[in-house]
Structures are given as C-alpha cells and as structure tokens.
C-alpha cells in the first residue's frame, strides 16, 4: 500500500446500509457483466442480512466514505467437520482498487475466520478478472483446479423442485 494511501476502515453493516448495499451490488454486476441477473432489492437485502442473519456484510470505508462492500455467509466442510467463510462478493469503487484495499479485506476475513472457529475461507472469482485474481494470488490462495461450480436456479429451480 503506498503511504498516500488513505487508511481502510472496516465496520459490519447496519441495517441503514441496504440501499448503499444494493447500489454497489449493482455497480459490480455492470463491472462483471451480470446487471439483468440483478433481482435484489433493498427489502430483499434487508430481510436476508439483518432479519435472517443468513449472511453479513461489511462496509469498507475511506477518509470516512463508503468505498465498497464484502458480503460473506458460513459454508461447511465435511471434511473438516467444521464451518468456513464464504466470501461471496468483495466490490471496491474503480477509483479504490489496486490500493492494497482488496488484500486488507481478505486479511480481515481470515482473522474474522480463525476468530471463529473456521477451517477455511473460500471464494470464487471470473477468470478474466486479473486485478482481483492477483490480490487473490498475492494471499497465496489457491485455485481449486478440478472443481467445477453448478447453479440451478430461476425456472430449472423451480422445474426441479416440482419433480
């Protein structure tokens, strides 16, 4: 991080935070050419994230403004017969990234992680996406070559179910 760097601060989100929440959720579905998928909206999010607790989010702050956000929620390892993080999405403003921001976060969660109890922190990223796949590398994470990620969701979702 360069020493002009404004500092990173990191608090857990408030339920005040759902429409800020959706807007950068929104930002970064133009980013990873994905908006049309974008179904959430502020009563969704805030019944999710702060009624069910299902998952949480932190709001990433600079010089005392939002610059981003990471959603987050438990998986389990069967094998290690204990909880994980999964980090569903970390999303900083263009003008903040490549700030040492993104590595901050990830450090961040894995504290969050082992202060819990957890054996792993896990996340997926787009493989044309080389700034957050270096910050991944950087962290020594490790690509999980072999696996393949399935989705059913919409109409197949609602086409299996009914089976």
Not at 22 to 43: G, W
Not at 57 to 77: C, R, V
Not at 81 to 110: C, F, T, W
Request: charged fraction near 25%.
């Amino acid at each position: 991080m360069k020493s002009d760097t404004p500092q990173l601060t990191i608090r857990a989100a408030k339920t005040s935070d759902a429409s800020m929440i959706l807007h950068f959720i929104e930002e970064l579905a133009d980013y990873e050419q994905l908006r049309e998928q974008v179904t959430a909206d502020v009563s969704t999010l805030s019944f999710w994230l702060f009624d069910k607790k299902t998952a949480e989010a932190i709001i990433l702050e600079a010089t005392g403004e939002p610059i981003g956000f990471a959603l987050f929620f438990y998986n389990f390892s069967t094998f290690l017969g204990k909880a994980g993080i999964y980090l569903e999405d970390l999303y900083l403003l263009p003008e903040h990234r490549n700030m040492g921001y993104g590595s901050q976060v990830l450090a961040y969660l894995a504290k969050l992680a082992l202060s819990r109890n957890c054996g792993r922190l896990e996340f997926s990223c787009l493989d044309w996406n080389k700034s957050a796949l270096a910050c991944y590398h950087k962290a020594k994470a490790e690509a999980l070559n072999g696996w393949t990620t399935y989705r059913i969701c919409g109409d197949d979702l609602l086409r299996l179910a009914a089976e």
